[in-house]
């Protein structure tokens, strides 16, 4: 596909001579790069619950953002107008971070590479809503029939299409058509009168509605959230202080994420207040430990054919045998810091500014067999699932919750234990990773990421992992 | 009427013609300022306006819903047709609905939510107060080495609302904050904290300097932090940890967690859940404050609400659906954003103030925690297990003593509540509000 055929040239009428005149007057006042991003979104969302589908909503935002920098100042502005007077208002009003005669007289404008991660011919966003609707009624009856002790589900599906331009300074023209989908399901149960136990699970990506007809469907997450709820019945207090702690594979990577990944956005790392500045070259983790971001694995929810400033999105190894080896870059720390673009440069919408982001991260797999690793602990925690993590950069202090997880003792899984908060520190807590399990899996595909503000999809992955020392936030 | 209402209007008007029994629609208009800069220099200038509209119809008892960033007449009518085309697939449900009309209305006073000082500040002055509140900051103590910056942000805007019972209303509000981040380094060890302050206009807000002050005593008392060894010890929250436990509490009794029998509170009317010192209460009709509003997103005149009375639960928080789903009557806490349908939300939520100064509380602790910062989610109102990451101060003999970090501290809601006696420095920094907390003994994981 050529620009020319592109969602914005088709369907607005927006040329290269006009991309080019923006940038201009975003550039009148001599800043040092200017870039555009023009968005469009459909959503739809849809939620039972009760049995009941009690909502149903779609709608469109569109809207183009306008970024100037210079040396280190950006400004910005955005329109939810795209004509062009009101484009070249916000450009005017972006370029007031610059002082001085225009540097940059025009831009010519070249295609950037292209390629398809997600292929999805019909985007859920464009199929019947009776479909739609069905995934989640059939969801609901799935959690429900699991076991008589669940008596309340909750199931939302939601998905969105966005159509994305991006036009730089620099000569970069690129423009992507980006799905999601997304199926979410929350049981409750209860036992004998008790307090009522929650089950989450979900899972999606950039794929067609197939994917929950076909691979993983509506009965598999309902199941998977019932099942969670169950067990949680017969929890038991969690151990309060220092524990060993086995990670089971998939979602529980969100550890990477919260302990590794954030600390390596580059603008911390420019700025000096990441616990990890600095560190490029030395051992932060064990030598057992590889961790990449990988933006470019097909139809998963954090891949991106390009990211929000233009850049092709790639494999980056953050982590390499336990060595520091590189930041997550955005266009402006890669041109304060002289690197390369990463490709992690992400905004939630055409309203917010980019940022150093993660896309897919996860822990490489290594040689253990996942139920020697278990065998090896004679007391510790299991933790075959997490809800949310949170992280201090600065300080490096993260933590995140298991929502699942499991006694170890004598080498067995015994009690379920009850949800727990994990803490630990970023630059050391991977030190003490002794065994990675041959069993890398990525999560299904629920991961959203905030930071200043800004919520973006991610994906995160590990391998059944045991890690010697951890504080884990009990009561017993 | 402004444009906006008026925009209301026609498309609750539209609905009505497309076949809509019932409609409300709720539009929203604004104007953001923000700058942050860092190291005395400017590092971003964001500067925009938008406006958007959300739509929910009813055909008989069943609901659709939409939302639109265009507001040509093309894009209304595409927005009136996405949510009659939704209400074709969702089921029929018997308490769906509109509030009933004898509910509808809007507080009578002046909530003073506008404040017209903020737009006579050029863009000059608002950056200059962040650079006055980092300037404090760095020149505060030499172990502030560095800055995550500081920001001045602002936002007015009109909120307007209709529906097909004749309510129309609109307000206008307005917001500003300074806010500051510094980093202090002691060692290899680095530490930040922050402080920000924010008010309906200008005059309200703390200046620069102090903003700069506290947020650099903040982050320096941080340094040094050790790990605290794992034991029960009694804690006690600073206000800025305890407005989050207030939000925790929320969580637990807006209608929806009661009807769906998901909070520990269900059930609970009429019983004493808290110690005779809580009393909890939303209000959201107290002039100037960020919780406050006219009335809420159905339509239905926001008021005083005690929640917890000496201890004793006396009601829930309620929108219309929750009300009748309990068979008692909107608290008016309907609360939407632009998508969707209403939930529950909240006004100014806070614990009243006690009587003991937080000097005092503390110094009635032999042996015990100053938590600061929480981080995590661990709060689960089905069971009222609590379990998160803490930061803070420990305290020995009555006194603040050493910083400790990276410890976790649990328990659960219910003994917190048992035990809880708020100091009386209450403030209202945001719509959750609470004094020092004492909470009771709590487990504290660390090595």
């Not at chain 1, 520091?324 to 500014?353: C, F, K, V, W």
């Not at chain 2, 000097?359 to 989610?377: H, K, M, P, Q, W």
């Not at chain 2, 403030?427 to 090595?447: C, D, H, N, Q, Y």
Request: charged letters at 20%.
């Amino acid at each position: 596909m050529t620009f020319s055929e592109s969602f914005f040239a088709a369907r607005f009428g927006i040329e290269r001579r006009d991309l080019e005149r923006y940038l201009s007057e975003a550039l009148s006042q001599g800043g040092d790069y200017a870039d555009l991003y023009f968005e469009y979104l459909a959503t739809c969302m849809i939620g039972i619950d009760e049995g009941i589908v009690k909502s149903a909503t779609q709608g469109v935002s569109l809207g183009v953002g306008v970024r100037v920098i210079s040396g280190e100042k950006t400004g910005y502005a955005y329109s939810d107008d795209l004509s062009p007077e009101k484009i070249l208002a916000a450009g005017r009003v972006a370029a007031c971070i610059a002082h001085g005669p225009s540097k940059i007289e025009k831009t010519p404008l070249h295609d950037g590479p292209r390629r398809n991660l997600y292929p999805v011919i019909t985007a859920p966003n464009d199929t019947a809503f009776a479909d739609r609707v069905d995934l989640v009624k059939r969801a609901e009856r799935a959690a429900r029939a699991y076991d008589n002790r669940v008596f309340q589900v909750q199931a939302s599906y939601a998905d969105s299409l966005r159509h994305v331009l991006v036009a730089t300074s620099d000569g970069v023209l690129n423009f992507d058509r980006q799905p999601m989908a997304r199926l979410n399901v929350q049981a409750l149960a209860r036992q004998n009168g008790g307090a009522p136990q929650t089950g989450y699970s979900g899972g999606g990506g950039r794929i067609d509605l197939d994917f929950f007809l076909n691979e993983k469907t509506p009965e598999h997450f309902a199941r998977e959230a019932a099942r969670q709820a169950v067990v949680q019945l017969d929890a038991v207090e969690a151990p309060a202080g220092e524990s060993v702690v086995v990670l089971g594979p998939g979602w529980p990577g969100v550890l990477l994420h919260e302990a590794v990944g954030h600390g390596l956005e580059a603008d911390f790392n420019r700025k000096g207040t990441s616990a990890f500045t600095g560190r490029i070259g030395q051992q932060v983790a064990s030598p057992l430990c590889t961790v990449v971001d990988d933006g470019t694995i097909g139809s998963r929810r954090g891949s991106l054919n390009v990211d929000d400033e233009g850049n092709q999105t790639q494999r980056n190894v953050l982590i390499e045998n336990g060595i520091l080896r590189g930041y997550l870059q955005d266009n402006l720390s890669s041109r304060l810091m002289g690197n390369a673009p990463t490709g992690n440069g992400r905004r939630e919408s055409y309203e917010h500014i980019p940022m150093p982001r993660m896309t897919n991260t996860f822990m490489l797999a290594g040689e253990s067999d996942p139920e020697e690793i278990i065998r090896s602990v004679p007391k510790g925690l299991y933790c075959a699932n997490f809800g949310g993590g949170q992280v201090d950069i600065t300080s490096g202090n993260f933590v995140f919750s298991a929502s699942e997880s499991y006694l170890i003792e004598d080498g067995k899984l015994t009690r379920p234990v009850k949800n727990a908060t994990l803490i630990g520190n970023g630059p050391e807590a991977l030190k003490y990773v002794s065994m990675v399990g041959n069993d890398l899996m990525l999560d299904e595909g629920v991961g959203v990421c905030g930071k200043q503000g800004q919520s973006i999809p991610v994906g995160v992955g590990i391998p059944t992992v045991r890690i010697d020392r951890m504080t884990v936030g009990g009561t017993a | 009427m402004s444009e906006l209402l008026d925009i209301a209007c026609q498309v609750v008007e539209l609905a009505r013609k497309a076949g809509a029994t019932g409609a409300e629609c709720t539009c929203s208009e604004g104007e953001n300022f923000s700058v942050d800069i860092r190291l005395n220099e400017v590092e971003t200038l964001t500067q925009s306006a938008s406006r958007a509209t959300g739509l929910r119809v009813m055909v008989g008892q069943f609901t659709g819903s939409s939302y639109t960033s265009d507001l040509t007449r093309d894009g209304l009518a595409k927005l009136v047709a996405s949510a009659m085309e939704l209400a074709a697939v969702t089921t029929e449900d018997p308490l769906a609905g509109l509030p009933d009309p004898q509910d509808l209305g809007s507080f009578q006073g002046d909530l003073d939510l506008f404040s017209d000082d903020i737009e006579r500040l050029a863009p000059q002055e608002r950056i200059e107060m962040a650079l006055r509140a980092e300037r404090t900051a760095l020149e505060f103590d030499a172990r502030i080495t560095n800055s995550d910056g500081a920001g001045f942000s602002s936002f007015r805007g009109v909120h307007a609302f209709a529906n097909s019972l004749q309510f129309a209303g609109e307000y206008r509000s307005s917001y500003c904050s300074i806010s500051c981040v510094p980093v202090a380094k002691q060692g290899e060890k680095m530490e930040r904290d922050y402080w920000s302050s924010s008010a309906r206009g200008v005059a309200q807000l703390e200046s620069p300097e102090q903003v700069g002050r506290i947020a650099a005593e903040r982050t320096v008392r941080r340094l040094g932090a050790v790990k605290a060894t794992t034991q029960k010890a009694p804690v006690i929250f600073e206000p800025r940890v305890a407005r989050s436990f207030a939000g925790g509490l929320f969580d637990a009794i807006e209608g929806r967690a009661i009807y769906r029998d998901s909070s520990f509170l269900n059930g609970k009317l009429g019983q004493k859940i808290a110690s005779s010192r809580t009393t909890l209460i939303d209000d959201g009709t107290m002039p100037r404050l960020f919780g406050s509003q006219p009335f809420d997103d159905e339509g239905v005149a926001t008021r005083r609400t005690v929640v917890i009375r000496n201890g004793v639960l006396e009601t829930y928080l309620l929108n219309t659906y929750a009300a009748r789903k309990l068979g008692m009557r909107t608290t008016g806490n309907a609360s939407r954003g632009i998508t969707g349908n209403a939930g529950v939300g909240h006004g100014n939520f806070y614990l009243e103030p006690g009587e003991r100064s937080p000097e005092d509380l503390i110094r009635s602790v032999a042996n015990g925690f100053y938590v600061t910062e929480l981080i995590g989610s661990g709060v689960n109102i089905s069971t009222g297990d609590y379990s998160r990451g803490a930061t803070g101060l420990w305290i020995e003999n009555g006194k603040l003593t050493y910083p400790v970090s990276e410890v976790t501290i649990a328990g659960t809601l219910q003994e917190m509540l048992a035990n809880l006696e708020p100091a009386n420095d209450l403030e209202f920094r945001s719509s959750f509000a609470a004094p020092t907390l004492f909470v009771g003994e709590m487990t504290i994981g660390g090595k």
